[in-house]
């Protein structure tokens, strides 16, 4: 008899816990940011549910920062049968003209963390499917697969509920919510294998190729569009780069590389010696807690 | 670890790798976190810039010295690493050539019990560790007796720090014979002993030179080869807990779910329980088209031949092998909260995808997990653990835990709070309900109604202290008497001089009041008689305990409703004032709660009509409902 691999174990735990979700909870909802990450946790879910339509929306916080390309795949997305996508902006970030530039820290807490409490609250969500994988960060490790968020949306990791076998409570006061993370258990190295093995369209920026980029504080950016603000000193060089993770692109560090298949992907990771959010200028801001503080204000 | 040289292969061999969870047992101090970031940083699990953060950690907060502190990569919270203290269960990942590993690695001070039984419920084996110098400690009792209690079959005994004790083979030996005593007493029968350093890597991914006795495999390759529970639950009966039905149009209607055990194929006879209507499975359906076959552990979605009722909670089982189904059971429970167990409260009881009411007993027992003693217990409190009685308010399908730990393992879950509060294992049911067979009457209670000329019914005044419920209910019975209607009054304060004397007011106690003046009104109910009761009543679960006590439409909630500060104020008998005074424990409103009922069928608002009004209003409700 053919054996389940760990791949099969992982679907079958990711689409068991999408199934609970939208069995036990009023108004889920999908966090959709375009991303690897959600691009599996996307096809799980069209799996998990087949042949119905997805039982519940995809919801994008947007930045207006995020790189053309993701914009490009997001609205192609959108157009697929079945799939109906929610894009929320701030309007407060809008109107103060929030940047990263500018603004430093508060762009990440306004546009996401802000937009996306702003936006759960309006459509009433009580539970939001997030892609966020625990061999990512340190807090992510120690959080349950369905974390509690109060009626301000904070997560309190000293009174998280003992997650037993796969029984979820999902039972909540109105208000308070759920987030849902169905690739709790997947490494990146799953994520990569799983996009082989079931094809999945990905965001071309993740496969080297030459495109505009500066240096700054250490980091490979890309000048996606013409708000890219240069500073004194810096020039526009083509390098060959692509990225390992994707956010707005003024705070996206790109790595060079010449992998342009997920195999060679997968052959430069295993011989990479750094983490995939090292890349990631959003997780400096606090030092080693960083994370854990922002999921205790209501980021995902 | 570099990159293969022809990555097509090597991916294509990664992609039928196995998957093994397993738990870590022992503390910092049994070399537990140097052997988990031994093994991370050996299969590369740990990159230079979280090692590099790592260093910089360990110099702020280590407790090394200059070497690096393995323990500040398990403990992940800032709140911890700046306490020194370890709060949850971590989950870890790492991978070798053969299989994809889930540690749930538990922190372990006095918490542990909770976490570590979080952490074993998903786990096929245990890393059980013992200090080479130490030996065979209670703790290791302890760990072995809480892996075996939740099913783990497969332990391997990892003695650690040999580099401490010379890689001396009577050391090791002697950790050995200790624990094959041990093993056989608590009936632990697959287990496996590597001496290991994780500080110098002997053992641990490599067999070492340092030890030539030992003649084994390293840790990494054990691991291995320790059996999957995955591969036992395929060859038991079929069990599929229904999720979520999927129903996209007319024409199509199937069941989701992910299968417990077993195999399953189209054609096959199955049957839905607990209905026990039996079928055949149609198609296993799937978005890259219809299985052949489907396995334990899959997430299918599957149509039936037949149009049969099922949902959400069904079980689809094998036709010739179903499991039974009950409604009392004995289990082991785990108390994982603050608030101790409240024997005869109502919990959500979640067991697969089923949720039903329960009701847990006074323990028989409670286990003293250090000693494996039997003691006697009234409750659990936090990390307690005891063997109790369950029922349920329905049938609920299930297996012995031992054999299945899908329809045998259950949490309850605070009615209030919402928060899981412990955790269970099903022994057997019980047929105490089979065996004791309530004695016949001849007259029944329809005859007494009827003669009375009435439909009997209970009137259940809830509110605070001073509300108004005593003086109302005399209204109301006064009113009914006067036409006629036969009734009695239960009043809260006569009922405790009496039939509840020896009660207190704790939780608990005031919980077996209201439980013994719901069983007294149901009699009366069965002589037909219309019930008043005057009860501060203060918790929603033990009034929905009653409702389930008497027939559909007979239990009567009318909610006396007055603000606190006005029941206060009025303080007919003066008790507030002692308890403002701390004279009066436990006492409503005051330092114990007031559960509001959600959707009273008579809500008195006292502050908008007088009690006669409100009488009147009663009345006119329970006329209503002849």
């Given amino acids: 008899m053919q054996q389940l691999t760990h791949l099969d174990r992982l679907e079958a735990e990711s689409i068991h816990i999408m199934r609970e979700t939208v069995a036990e909870a009023v108004k889920p909802v999908m966090l959709y940011s375009i991303g690897k990450d959600s691009a599996v946790m996307l096809h799980l879910a069209k799996k998990a549910f087949f042949p119905a339509p997805l039982p519940f929306p995809l919801l994008h916080v947007d930045t207006t920062w995020k790189f053309r390309d993701m914009y490009a795949l997001r609205d192609k997305v959108a157009a697929e049968p079945g799939v109906e996508l929610l894009v929320y902006k701030n309007p407060e970030a809008i109107e103060r003209g929030i940047n990263p530039f500018d603004h430093g820290p508060l762009h990440t807490d306004m546009w996401k963390t802000e937009g996306l409490k702003q936006a759960l609250d309006k459509y009433a969500f009580d539970a939001a499917f997030g892609g966020a994988r625990r061999d990512e960060e340190k807090s992510r490790a120690k959080e349950r697969i369905f974390s509690f968020r109060d009626r301000n949306h904070r997560w309190d990791p000293k009174r998280q509920r003992p997650e037993l076998w796969s029984l979820y409570n999902v039972r909540k006061n109105r208000g308070e919510s759920m987030r849902v993370f169905p690739l709790s258990n997947w490494t990146e190295l799953d994520v990569w294998q799983y996009v082989l093995r079931e094809q999945i369209e990905i965001v071309p920026l993740y496969f080297a190729a030459e495109r505009p980029t500066i240096e700054r504080d250490g980091l490979i950016l890309m000048v996606d569009d013409g708000r890219m603000r240069l500073e004194a000193g810096e020039t526009v060089v083509s390098r060959k780069v692509r990225f390992r993770t994707l956010g707005c692109y003024p705070l996206s560090g790109a790595i060079e590389s010449d992998a342009v298949t997920v195999e060679d992907i997968v052959a430069e990771m295993l011989a990479s010696t750094t983490s995939e959010r090292q890349g990631r200028a959003i997780d400096r801001d606090a030092g080693a807690a960083s994370m854990e503080k922002k999921k205790q204000e209501g980021y995902f | ?626």
């Fill in chain 2, 1 to 626: 670890m570099n990159a293969p040289a022809d990555i097509h292969a090597w991916l294509a061999e990664q992609q039928y790798k196995e998957l093994l969870r397993f738990i870590t047992c022992g503390s910092v101090d049994d070399g537990k976190s140097t052997l988990i970031g031994r093994l991370l940083y050996e299969t590369k699990q740990i990159f230079d810039d979280q090692l590099a953060a790592l260093e910089s950690d360990s110099r702020r907060h280590g407790t090394q010295g200059q070497k690096i502190d393995y323990a500040l990569l398990v403990d992940g919270l800032s709140a911890e690493r700046e306490q020194g203290i370890t709060i949850d269960v971590a989950y870890r990942f790492f991978a070798s050539e053969k299989r994809k590993f889930i540690v749930a690695d538990t922190p372990g001070h006095e918490q542990y019990t909770r976490n570590m039984v979080t952490g074993a419920s998903t786990a096929d084996a245990a890393l059980l560790l013992v200090d080479a110098r130490k030996g065979v400690l209670t703790q290791t009792r302890r760990h072995s007796y809480l892996a075996k209690l939740m099913g783990i079959r497969h332990v391997v005994l990892t003695v650690t720090k040999m580099d401490l004790v010379d890689y001396d083979r009577s050391a090791f030996d002697a950790v050995v014979a200790d624990y094959r005593s041990f093993a056989e007493q608590i009936g632990i029968g697959d287990w496996h002993a590597i001496p290991v350093s994780g500080l110098n890597g002997d053992n641990v991914v490599r067999t070492s030179k340092t030890m030539p006795w030992y003649s084994g495999p390293a840790l990494l390759d054990h691991l291995d080869t320790v059996p999957l529970d995955a591969d036992a639950d395929v060859s038991r009966p079929f069990r599929l807990p229904v999720q979520w039905v999927n129903r996209p149009t007319q024409n199509f209607r199937g069941f989701a779910g992910q299968i417990a055990s077993g195999t399953i194929s189209p054609n096959a006879e199955i049957r839905v329980l607990p209905s026990g209507r039996l079928t055949r499975i149609d198609r296993i359906v799937t978005a890259d088209g219809d299985l052949k076959k489907a396995v334990a552990g899959q997430s299918v979605t599957i149509t039936l031949a037949d149009e049969v009722d099922c949902s959400r909670g069904d079980v689809i089982v094998a036709a010739g092998d179903p499991p039974q189904a009950a409604d009392q059971f004995e289990a082991t429970i785990v108390w994982m909260a603050e608030d101790e167990l409240l024997p005869g409260r109502g919990y959500w009881m979640k067991l697969g995808t089923q949720t039903v009411t329960a009701t847990v007993q006074h323990p028989k027992y409670e286990i003293n997990v250090n000693t494996l003693e039997h003691l006697a217990a009234q409750t659990l409190g936090l990390n307690g653990i005891g063997v109790a009685e369950i029922a349920t308010d329905r049938d609920i399908v299930f297996e012995a835990y031992d054999d299945s730990r899908e329809l045998g393992g259950f949490i309850l879950i605070d009615k209030l709070t919402n928060a899981t509060v412990a955790c269970g294992m099903i022994h057997f049911a019980l047929r105490r309900s089979l065996n004791i067979h309530r004695q016949h009457l001849d007259v029944s209670r329809e005859t007494h109604a009827q003669l009375k000329g009435q439909r009997p019914a209970v009137l259940w005044f809830t509110g605070l202290s001073g509300a108004g419920k005593s003086t109302i209910a005399n209204l109301v019975e006064k009113r009914l008497v006067a036409r006629g209607r036969h009734t009695f009054l239960l009043d809260g304060d006569n009922v405790r001089h009496g039939l509840n004397r020896d009660l207190g007011f704790t939780e608990a106690d005031r919980i077996e009041n209201i439980r013994r003046v719901g069983e007294v009104a149901r009699l009366m109910t069965d002589a037909g008689l219309i019930v008043l009761t005057a009860f501060i009543s203060p918790f929603r679960a033990e009034r929905e305990m009653v409702r389930k006590m008497l027939p559909d439409g007979e239990f009567i909630e009318v909610f006396v409703d007055t603000p606190l500060e006005d029941a206060e104020k009025r303080d007919v008998k003066g008790l507030y004032a002692k308890a403002r005074a701390g004279e009066l424990q436990n006492f409503t409103g005051i330092d114990s709660p007031y559960e509001t009922p959600e959707s009273p069928e008579i809500h008195i608002d006292t502050m908008a009509m007088s009690a006669d009004q409100a009488a009147d209003l009663i009345v006119q409700e329970l006329d209503k409902r002849r």
